[in-house]
């Protein structure tokens, strides 16, 4: 088996309808279907980045945990992540909802300035400068900081496929929509966890 059929996984979705519904619709409905299997696959690939951020891509380099001061997300918990992934720059932090929340609650976050700029250009404070991404598959008790210039690499296999099929015998027509595609990490101390 070579490395990337261990790191690879086939997403996709199957759309099956008969020759009446797509001839007799009022709306592209096609379009929109194809719009929610791609923001599918777009959070599955998403999913297994994270697992590969915090696992490891098989190849001992899960990430390093760096442990909070407390309980709760404190402001003292994110500087303690910015030094432990120095030589690195933290521009990216992964959270799930619950610590998102806090995280955007936080007095730093409050400051009247920031809410200017976020109301005049709709750019959102963040920490340290980092860039926030929700992750809800993240584990409740975890945040991830990383360089995203440093800590993954995508291996795909082409692009997205589409596929038809028409069936005459049971007058249908089918469409398969599926990319394959796996992470790698590139600098495994990249990416920290901060752990609650």
């Known amino acids: 088996m070579t490395f990337f059929q261990q790191l690879s996984k086939k997403h996709g979705r199957l759309l099956t309808a008969s020759y009446e519904a797509i001839k007799y619709q009022r709306l592209d409905i096609f379009t929109v279907t194809l ?7 777009a959070r599955e690939l998403f999913n297994d980045a994270v697992y590969v951020l915090v696992n490891g891509d098989g190849g001992n380099n899960a990430a390093e945990t760096v442990s909070a001061d407390s309980q709760t997300l404190t402001y003292g918990s994110l500087i ?26 936080m007095t730093e976050m409050k400051d009247a300035n920031a809410g200017l700029d976020f109301h005049g250009t709709g750019k959102m404070i963040t920490p340290l400068g980092a860039n926030l991404v929700h992750a809800p598959s993240l584990a409740s008790t975890k945040i991830i900081g990383l360089d995203k210039n ?6 795909q296999s082409g ?3 589409v596929d038809s099929d028409k069936l005459i015998d049971r007058q249908l027509d089918k469409a398969a929509v599926s990319c394959t595609a796996g992470f790698s990490k590139i600098f495994a101390d990249s990416a920290k966890i901060l752990s609650l």
């Open 150 to 155: 440093c800590a993954l690499e995508m291996i």
């Open 159 to 161: 692009g997205i496929s």
């Open 35 to 41: 719009r929610q299997i791609g923001a599918y696959i």
């Open 80 to 105: 303690k992540l910015w030094a432990n992934i120095a030589p690195y720059q933290l521009n990216t932090i992964l959270a799930p909802t619950a610590l998102m929340q806090q995280l955007l609650t």
